[in-house]
């Protein structure tokens, strides 16, 4: 809501005001009356300190205005501002307190004019180029010799006089069609997109060229559409482009089959030059006259030397010298079998005394002899084997007997027994309480009675 002043009150009732607190009403009227506008100038005092934000002044040949654009605003921005660069700005205008200046505070800031566009270009060049519309496996050949030519142009352009020119003087046997389409604003885009598929569809050109004369980047922009370039790479005719002069660039060229840097330089490339064809037929066909006289004159040269042979060495000659040359080949044949005979008989012979050796009767005999041999050495190791244990066990025999109770009885001991119990007696106690004793001596046992 905006402020209002008193403009007419007693001294008492008026408001004393600071600098500062104009200052603060002006500002505050100010945003609250205008809205956000879009401000188009060149850029001037361009500075940015280390805080991020931006500071500058759009100007114009008559009037300048100071502006401020605050992080994170300004970090937003694709492309690097410099003084005397033409931008679009969009901003809100208000006042800076501190001088009482009124200013723009910018929320958006962009290239204008052909700054815009080529980033647009770059953009959308950028994006074609991913998905793989100017990779050169899309390209499709141009035909050697085309006999029927579209060309997609302005009928009353430049570009069109200088394409028949160059075709009628190079290769008038070429027909040519004009398509017409228009080749700027904003119509253009539509119309060339309608004469490529119609083109392709009705498939009676050899090669389509995609051509128009030379001209600023907005002249050219309606060859930098996406629709256009998607409709030249589903083309199944080759299309040729030729837009503008040698340093202008479109999506077009990028997209198009062959890039021509102007509509002469296609005319060229389409066709070719009817005088070097001319004088190509004539040496090939003056090669190839000599090449036949060469051919018919070594064929004479054979006829004739065949012709003096077949003079000199009449047909039963020739009879004569097969036959015996049969006959010595048939010699040949037979003493080679000999050879092959003999040799194969010593190889046979070889063969035989390695099989007798290797005879599985001769290995039976053997194997049985080793066998007996090693039933004898198995026979004595066993009687060895024997012989220790029995030794290792009177060994054992002697020490148990040594340690056993029956031993100390042969020395003149007893042992006690309860017979009812059957344990053995080993104190005073248990002989008292005992029923009936025995005592076991070496040779026998004995009775004892309670007294």
Same mark, same amino acid.
């Given at each position: 809501m905006?402020?209002?002043?008193?403009?007419?009150?007693?001294?008492?009732? +008026?408001?004393?005001?600071t600098?500062?607190?104009?200052n603060?009403?002006v500002?505050?009227?100010?945003?609250?009356?205008?809205?956000?506008i879009?401000?188009?100038?060149e850029l001037?005092?361009?500075?940015?300190?280390?805080?991020?934000?931006?500071?500058?002044?759009?100007?114009?040949?008559s009037?300048?205005?100071?502006?401020?654009?605050?992080?994170?605003?300004?970090?937003?921005? +694709?492309?690097?501002?410099v003084?005397?660069?033409?931008?679009l700005?969009?901003?809100?205008?208000?006042?800076?307190?501190?001088?009482?200046?009124?200013q723009?505070?910018?929320?958006?800031?962009?290239?204008?004019?052909?700054?815009?566009?080529? +980033?647009?270009?770059?953009?959308?060049?950028?994006?074609?180029d991913?998905?793989?519309?100017?990779?050169?496996?899309?390209?499709k050949?141009?035909?050697?010799?085309?006999?029927r030519?579209?060309?997609?142009?302005?009928p009353?352009g430049?570009?069109?006089?200088?394409?028949?020119?160059?075709?009628?003087?190079?290769?008038?046997?070429?027909?040519i069609?004009?398509?017409?389409v228009?080749?700027?604003?904003?119509?253009?885009p539509?119309?060339?997109?309608a004469?490529?598929?119609?083109?392709?569809?009705?498939?009676?050109?050899?090669v389509?060229l995609?051509?128009?004369?030379g001209?600023?980047?907005e002249?050219?922009?309606?060859?930098?559409?996406?629709?256009?370039?998607?409709?030249?790479?589903?083309s199944?005719?080759?299309?040729?482009?030729?837009?503008?002069?040698e340093?202008d660039?479109?999506?077009?060229?990028?997209?198009a089959d062959?890039?021509?840097?102007?509509?002469?330089a296609?005319?060229?490339?389409?066709?070719? /030059?009817a005088?070097?064809?001319?004088?190509?037929?004539s040496?090939q066909?003056d090669?190839l006259?000599r /090449?036949?006289?060469?051919?018919?004159?070594?064929f004479?040269?054979?006829?004739?030397?065949?012709?003096?042979?077949?003079?000199?060495?009449p047909p039963?000659? +020739?009879?004569?010298q097969?036959?015996?040359?049969l006959?010595?080949?048939?010699q040949?044949?037979?003493?080679?079998?000999?050879?092959?005979?003999?040799?194969?008989?010593?190889r046979?012979?070889?063969?035989r005394?390695?099989?007798?050796?290797?005879?599985?009767?001769?290995?039976?005999?053997?194997?049985?002899?080793?066998?007996?041999t090693?039933?004898?050495?198995?026979?004595?190791?066993?009687?060895?084997?024997?012989?220790?244990?029995?030794?290792?066990?009177?060994?054992?025999?002697?020490?148990?007997?040594?340690v056993?109770?029956?031993?100390t009885l042969?020395?003149?001991?007893?042992?006690?027994?309860?017979?009812?119990?059957?344990?053995v007696i080993r104190?005073?106690?248990?002989a008292?309480?005992?029923?009936?004793?025995t005592?076991?001596?070496?040779?026998?046992?004995?009775?004892?009675?309670?007294?």
């Amino acid at each position: 809501m905006s402020k209002s002043l008193p403009v007419s009150a007693t001294f008492a009732e +008026r408001e004393i005001l600071t600098p500062m607190l104009l200052n603060r009403h002006v500002r505050d009227l100010l945003e609250d009356t205008f809205a956000l506008i879009w401000i188009e100038g060149e850029l001037s005092n361009f500075a940015r300190p280390a805080s991020g934000h931006l500071y500058f002044t759009l100007k114009d040949p008559s009037a300048q205005v100071r502006c401020a654009m605050f992080k994170p605003k300004s970090t937003y921005l +694709r492309f690097r501002p410099v003084d005397g660069m033409r931008v679009l700005a969009r901003a809100r205008v208000s006042l800076y307190e501190g001088r009482g200046e009124y200013q723009l505070l910018v929320e958006h800031l962009e290239e204008a004019g052909e700054g815009a566009l080529q +980033r647009e270009f770059e953009q959308l060049k950028a994006r074609l180029d991913a998905e793989g519309l100017f990779d050169a496996e899309h390209k499709k050949p141009l035909p050697l010799l085309p006999r029927r030519i579209g060309v997609i142009t302005s009928p009353t352009g430049a570009a069109i006089r200088d394409v028949l020119s160059v075709i009628a003087r190079r290769f008038p046997l070429a027909q040519i069609e004009i398509l017409p389409v228009p080749v700027q604003g904003r119509e253009a885009p539509p119309a060339i997109v309608a004469m490529l598929r119609a083109a392709s569809a009705a498939g009676r050109h050899d090669v389509l060229l995609l051509t128009r004369g030379g001209g600023s980047l907005e002249d050219l922009w309606a060859f930098n559409d996406e629709a256009v370039a998607r409709a030249i790479h589903a083309s199944v005719i080759p299309v040729i482009a030729a837009i503008g002069h040698e340093i202008d660039f479109t999506i077009a060229d990028f997209v198009a089959d062959l890039r021509a840097a102007t509509p002469s330089a296609a005319a060229e490339l389409l066709v070719p /030059d009817a005088a070097v064809l001319a004088r190509t037929l004539s040496a090939q066909r003056d090669r190839l006259a000599r /090449d036949w006289r060469r051919r018919l004159a070594t064929f004479a040269q054979r006829l004739d030397h065949d012709f003096v042979r077949l003079q000199t060495l009449p047909p039963q000659a +020739r009879l004569q010298q097969g036959h015996e040359r049969l006959q010595r080949l048939r010699q040949q044949l037979g003493a080679g079998n000999a050879r092959n005979r003999d040799r194969n008989a010593t190889r046979l012979q070889a063969v035989r005394l390695r099989l007798s050796l290797a005879h599985p009767a001769r290995r039976v005999a053997q194997n049985q002899q080793v066998v007996s041999t090693l039933a004898m050495q198995l026979s004595a190791a066993a009687v060895r084997r024997i012989e220790l244990h029995a030794r290792h066990l009177a060994q054992l025999a002697r020490t148990l007997n040594a340690v056993s109770p029956l031993a100390t009885l042969d020395r003149g001991y007893a042992i006690l027994i309860d017979r009812e119990r059957g344990n053995v007696i080993r104190s005073v106690a248990q002989a008292n309480n005992s029923n009936g004793i025995t005592a076991r001596l070496h040779d026998g046992e004995l009775i004892l009675r309670k007294i």
